[in-house]
C-alpha cells in the first residue's frame, strides 16, 4: 500500500465541474485513467493533493449522471481540489 500526490487532471463531462477521466502523479509523467485508480485504491493504495500544507485524500465518486469519477474530500482550503488542479499537458 502507498500514497501519490495528484499534480494534474484530465476533465470533461456532464456537470459544471465536470468529471476527473485521468490523473497525472508527481513521481511520473504517465497520467492514470480513473479505473486505473480505482483498482489501485481497491487493492489499498491511497492518493492526494497537497496545498497549502494540506492533503486532501481522493476517493471513488459515482456522479448522479452514472459516470464513475474521482472528488477530493473536504478541508480547509479550496487550493487542493482536484477541480483546482491545473490540466495535465
Known sequence: MAEYEIVCTVQTGCTAGGHILA???VDTDYQMGVLEVYRSMDKGDRYFTYAEGLKAYVRKWACPCGAGTLKSTADATLRNN????PLCG
Open 23 to 25: 490523473v497525472g502523479r
Open 82 to 85: 482536484l477541480d483546482s488542479l
